[in-house]
């Protein structure tokens, strides 16, 4: 394991030691997925911004950094202020701001780091230049573009006009433009993960000629998330992609083709509590332990329950309480209280952010390490 991960704890335990419910990261299998998608980024001569929110980590972030990342992205500025201290000095806000104290903080920090904001709309756009222009600040700002999702973003025949609009506010700087699509094509989720990408990647692209086409000098175009990223990359004129969970990866990405499921570096490590009858066993993690945002059942994901168990595959996390996991059993298995189990999570960027600390996974030892950006919201 780096020692950038390493560094931040002293406090190693065995299997044996290890309390549950709790996350274990397996270190030869981040480091894998983190060497696959830097290479896929630079096979394609585009820049790699991966997103935080999976890991929530610096340590982590650095490792990414080392393998040929330009920066990364978070969502809040909070996060941005975690991954600063924690000695990431690249770092874009995917995010659009707008109230005055977090307006405040970004600019503070954009006065040390290379700092690159997200605008959606002229107010939120007009507040970042008066704030900026009163501390006689230069901010950096991408155009967020709603290319189907239809969460933040300018509707994308609008863009243009708002382009121009910012483009000439006095202390911005608009760089670019970037958007969040996720695996989607013509406006409905799929797992044609190749087309939706190539769809994303030039949506965005022929948008950026546009502006250009009216002098707005647009540099950046972002794209990508982990499903899309690599097919995004293809496109001529894309320049930047932000895949977030492959660098653990997870049960909703081995169902994409993402990745195989043993490619999941995390997973969760549970103790069987209970055994009521033979097709009910009840583990020690319930929604306080397991992200329930990607349900089962699902269109186009058809997830069976909320996780994969990795010792019997056919076993189905169906109900979940706070505390309390209940999994359908199919007869035959010989599981019993005390016996531990572990489960890969439907989602692991939600999951992650439900727990104080991860184990990392060196050997026969686990390093405990603290998520320093969990519960960041502000």
Request: contains cysteine.
């Amino acid at each position: 394991m780096s020692t950038n991960v390493r560094e931040q704890t002293e406090q190693t335990k065995t299997w044996e030691q290890l309390e549950t419910p709790c996350i274990v990261i397996d270190t030869d299998k981040m480091h894998a997925n983190i060497r696959g998608m830097a290479e896929t980024a630079a096979n394609n001569g585009v820049s790699l911004r991966p997103h935080a929110k999976t890991h929530k980590l610096p340590s982590v972030a650095k490792l990414q950094l080392e393998a040929g990342a330009v920066g990364v992205t978070v969502a809040k500025v909070s996060e941005a202020e975690v991954m600063a201290a924690g000695g990431i000095g690249n770092i874009f806000i995917a995010y659009p701001l707008v109230a005055s104290s977090k307006i405040e903080r970004a600019i503070t920090l954009s006065e040390q780091i290379k700092l690159i904001l997200a605008v959606d709309s002229l107010e939120g756009a007009k507040r970042f230049s008066a704030a900026a222009q009163a501390r006689s600040h230069t901010l950096n700002v991408r155009l967020e573009i709603d290319t189907g999702l239809r969460r933040t973003g300018v509707l994308y025949e609008n863009a243009v006009e708002l382009a121009k609009q910012i483009h000439a506010l006095q202390n911005l700087q608009l760089t670019g433009i970037y958007t969040f699509r996720g695996a989607l094509q013509n406006g409905k989720a799929t797992l044609d993960r190749r087309s939706a990408g190539l769809e994303e990647g030039e949506l965005m692209v022929s948008l950026a000629e546009k502006m250009r086409a009216e002098g707005i000098p647009v540099v950046d175009v972002s794209v990508g998330s982990t499903p899309t990223g690599a097919y995004a990359a293809e496109v001529k004129g894309v320049t930047e992609i932000r895949p977030g969970t492959y660098v653990y990866q997870d049960r909703m990405q081995a169902r994409l083709e993402v990745c195989g499921i043993d490619e999941c570096a995390a997973y969760v490590l549970a103790t069987v509590v209970s055994r009521p009858s033979e097709t009910l066993a009840i583990i020690d993690g319930g929604s306080k332990t397991f992200a329930t945002d990607v349900q089962p059942n699902a269109e186009p994901l058809m997830l069976q329950g909320f996780g994969h168990f990795v010792e019997a595959p056919d076993a189905v996390l169906e109900r979940m309480s706070e505390e309390h996991g209940m999994v359908r059993l199919n007869a035959g298995h010989d599981w019993k209280p005390g016996d531990r189990v572990r489960v890969i999570p439907n989602h692991i960027c939600s999951t992650v952010n439900l727990h104080n600390k991860v184990y990392f996974k060196d050997g026969d030892r686990y390093a405990e390490m603290p998520v320093l950006a969990r519960g960041m919201l502000e």
